[in-house]
């Protein structure tokens, strides 16, 4: 909240999460809901500010990226998603 956008290649992850909501946002998300494995549980494309994401009883985790980066990427159910640490560079 407080922003007007994600960037490409940003995202929220909020854990532990089943269900989200985006009002107060500005603009649209795409949406990851995670299992405590990192699959892929449930996918929202776009979901649009103002609105109540579905509650995910499997879910673990969320993960908020920019309206378009499920499509662009190929994610879908039962995908498994790695977090890394990415060291910044000057």
Do not use: Q
């Amino acid at each position: 909240m407080g922003r007007s956008s994600l960037e490409e290649g940003e995202g929220l992850l909020i854990e532990p999460c089943t269900w989200i909501h985006t009002f107060g946002m500005a603009f649209p998300i795409d949406v990851l809901y995670l299992d405590d494995e990192g699959a892929v549980a449930h996918v929202c494309y776009s979901l649009c500010p103002n609105r109540l994401g579905p509650f995910v009883r499997r879910a673990h985790s969320v993960l908020e990226l920019p309206a378009g980066t499920i499509i662009r990427s190929g994610t879908k159910i039962g995908d498994r998603l790695e977090e890394r640490s990415i060291e910044a560079t000057s």
